[in-house]
């Protein structure tokens, strides 16, 4: 039986499938006017600040269908912008809109998987799926824009003082292993190669978490690790300094036995690789305890100073350049 694509489907009748299996809003979504208009209209809610976010993958770059499957890339695309509304403190992503490049030749089995898998990660989230566009295009490309809402101030990347500690959520460097080995193409998986793997295909915010805390703990500063360990303590330490110790930061069973205990190679991994979506946060130094009975799987890695930020290496000062993706 011949594969029905895109091209025989047609831009109307993808959109009438994505109307028919939408997600359903809830009373706080306060919809005024939902899918299918030229607009989505919501009403405000009061005393709260909304927040937005936007991020974009590409096949090719963010993405291979060699590797990934249609459930993965499509819960890949909304885990990384769930993760930049996490980064804000105590908040709720509500409403999504997507848009698609979707090439013609593509199979109308691909791409409602990926719909589908889309629906079911906003589901998990309470959001709605409020509009977006589908045009063709070359390669695959998945664009979210996630509008949420903070119930508090929302924390920005830049409010760490002198003497605040610095906390990070999970553990670095899997993803970028994983995406390594799926790059060598190797046969014949270990156990912990295949967890490794998984990481990076398989996404997963810090909502939670970050509600947790923010809602007990007042947090100085905040971002997520979607570019990596290293961009994030450069992001927080904007005209401020840290010392960083590289033997507190937090690494898998999985990533050491991968690297056999090579230290060049897993501070590496954990500094540069990208895609993890954990939370690293600073607080002032009077709540660590608190925040360790709250979340015992978070870890301090080090403190903001007004000095330079300082890698130290079993007590010794180690030089440290940025080593990883660079966009252009």
Not at 180 to 189: D, G, Q, R, W
Request: aromatic share 10%.
């Amino acid at each position: 039986m011949k594969t029905r694509t895109i091209e025989n489907v047609g831009e109307f009748g993808l959109i009438e499938f994505i109307k028919k299996h939408n997600t359903k809003p809830k009373k706080y979504h306060n919809i005024y006017i939902d899918i299918g208009d030229d607009c989505f209209s919501f009403n405000s809610h009061k005393n709260s600040k909304y927040i937005v976010t936007t991020d974009i993958l590409i096949e090719n770059i963010h993405f291979k269908r060699d590797w990934a499957t249609a459930k993965q890339i499509g819960q890949k695309a909304i885990e990384v912008n769930v993760s930049d509304i996490a980064s804000m403190g105590n908040t709720k992503p509500l409403y999504a809109f997507i848009s698609m490049g979707i090439p013609k030749s593509t199979s109308v089995k691909f791409v409602k998987e990926l719909f589908n898998s889309i629906k079911n990660t906003c589901n998990k989230y309470d959001i709605h799926l409020s509009g977006g566009d589908t045009v063709c295009a070359k390669d695959i490309t998945i664009s979210v824009t996630l509008i949420g809402v903070c119930y508090d101030k929302p924390i920005s990347r830049t409010g760490a003082k002198n003497g605040d500690l610095i906390f990070v959520t999970g553990t670095f460097g899997d993803s970028c292993a994983g995406l390594e080995i799926l790059s060598n193409n190797k046969k014949n998986l270990t156990v912990y190669e295949k967890n490794l793997i998984k990481k990076h295909l398989v996404s997963q915010a810090r909502l939670k978490e970050a509600n947790i805390i923010s809602q007990n703990i007042n947090v100085t500063s905040m971002t997520d690790s979607s570019d990596g360990l290293f961009k994030s303590i450069e992001l927080l330490t904007e005209k401020k300094g840290a010392v960083i110790y590289m033997d507190k930061i937090p690494l898998s069973e999985n990533l050491i036995k991968y690297s056999n205990k090579n230290y060049n190679k897993l501070y590496n991994y954990a500094l540069f690789g990208g895609e993890e979506f954990e939370l690293v946060f600073t607080i002032n130094k009077k709540d660590k305890n608190k925040l360790e009975k709250l979340l015992p799987g978070a870890t301090c890695i080090g403190y903001i100073n007004n000095s330079k930020v300082t890698y130290l290496q079993n007590g010794k000062t180690k030089n440290v350049k940025y080593n990883g993706y660079k966009h252009f």
